[in-house]
């Protein structure tokens, strides 16, 4: 753990640098371009991008040096902005869209690699608490990412922006490359290192192909993508509405409630790893599918009930609520796929990045235009009713089963392939 909190710096500058990134390079097309529909574009072609390359990601991070693939995806990020600051202005809006390839594809390898990497780095026993650490770095990395964008492109300019951009990314290369810290398993790392042998054999085939077999292996896990999917669509449903729904609160300074919600959904996240971390070092256990159904259900109800037009008060409790169900589902989630031996894990999260991507774009879509005839909290309300629609049958399904597949023990890693099987144990 003492590498890994390096890591987790290193990964927060970087989380930092994205959430920078995202927002002022979306002003910036439109500054550059002139155009909203150039502006939507862009955030297409960057969402298509990432949910193209979950299936990618899953595949590149079962054969090769995941170390490698982080450190270069980083690389990429910053040459990529570099290279568009640099460029003839006339250039640059056709450039744009090779940068929106590029972020969108290395944002999410990064994620799939680090993610599959868990518990090789930190050892099983501590993935739930290297999880929560990873969960709070990003959250308080997306709020300064997003206090500090219009300041920063305000008063500094976009190059400003995109060199601090560019170093973030080059900061957690160069942490990444010095840490020693191994990515694979043991028995993994030749093959790994040289894309063949055994684990390329495992990854090759078709996409549809990889959904067949994961759920005939592992529909449990299946189940658990596909709300995180549907979780994804009641995300951007509060995104696009938090916005209006602020507007509509305080007309004169529409971004105070804005900013009480996202830190008050971040301290949530903390409390999250803190909560998490007390359960599993008191029982010796991580919590279940169970408890993820569970918490995406309160977090969905809580995301709810923040729109309903409360007092501040109120208000920013559900939104604590929210944000502390929200980092606990993740963090079980996350430490539930970590079970799956090394060999089948990156797919799974490769697997899980493409859907999440899916549903977020697809709900931005929707959400928005839904938004333009309904009010926030009837949309906000619609999309994640879904969410606790889905999460409600699958908590059914598992009590139906007689009792949910023991999660393996915080102090014990899982060590064959039964943590794929729905029967297990």
């Known amino acids: 753990m003492r590498y890994f909190r390096l890591l987790v710096l290193g990964n927060g500058i970087s989380a930092y640098g994205s959430y920078l990134n995202m927002v002022a390079l979306n002003v910036f097309v439109y500054d550059a371009t002139g155009s909203a529909l150039a502006a939507g574009l862009f955030m297409a072609v960057r969402l298509a991008t990432s949910v193209v390359s979950g299936w990618v990601s899953g595949r590149l991070v079962s054969v090769h040096d995941r170390k490698r693939l982080m450190v270069g995806a980083d690389l990429c990020q910053a040459v990529a902005l570099l290279s568009l600051l640099l460029a003839p202005e006339g250039t640059r809006p056709g450039l744009l869209y090779v940068l929106a390839v590029v972020t969108g594809g290395c944002s999410t390898l990064s994620q799939v690699a680090l993610r599959s990497s868990i518990p090789e780095i930190v050892g099983a026993e501590h993935r739930v608490r290297a999880n929560g650490l990873l969960v709070t770095g ?157 918490g995406a259900c309160v977090m969905s109800a809580g995301f709810i009930v923040v729109f309903c037009g409360l007092p501040t008060v109120p208000a920013v409790i559900a939104a604590l609520v929210a944000g502390a169900a929200d980092g606990f589902t993740e963090i079980v989630y996350v430490s539930r796929l970590q079970t799956a031996p090394d060999d089948q894990r990156g797919r799974l999260f490769g697997l899980s990045a493409s859907a999440e991507n899916t549903g977020f774009g697809l709900g931005m879509l929707v959400s928005g235009a839904l938004l333009e005839t309904f009010s926030p909290l009837q949309v906000v309300a619609a999309f994640h009713g879904l969410a606790i629609a889905l999460c409600a049958a699958l908590l059914l399904w598992l009590v139906s089963r007689g009792r949910t597949p023991p999660a393996p023990p915080a102090e014990e890693p899982a060590r064959d392939t039964s943590t794929m099987t729905e029967g297990r144990g």
Do not use: C
């Open 138 to 294: 990003r959250s308080l990395a997306m709020i300064a990412g997003f206090a500090s964008s219009g300041v920063v492109v305000a008063q500094l300019g976009y190059s400003a922006a995109f060199v601090l951009d560019a170093g973030t990314f080059l900061v957690s290369a160069t942490v990444l490359s010095l840490l020693p810290v191994r990515t694979r398993a043991a028995g993994d790392a030749a093959d790994g290192a040289s894309g063949s042998g055994s684990g390329s054999a495992k990854v090759s085939g078709t996409a549809p192909r990889t959904v067949r077999m994961l759920l005939g292996t592992a529909p449990l896990l299946m189940a658990m993508i596909a709300v995180r999917a549907v979780d994804g669509l009641g995300s951007s449903s509060h995104n696009v509405a938090l916005p209006i729904y602020s507007s509509g609160l305080d007309p004169d300074h529409p971004a105070t409630f804005i900013s009480q919600f996202w830190a008050t959904w971040a301290i949530g996240t903390i409390v999250a790893q803190q909560v998490i971390g007390r359960i599993t070092k008191k029982t010796g256990r991580t919590p279940g599918e169970r408890a993820f159904a569970l």
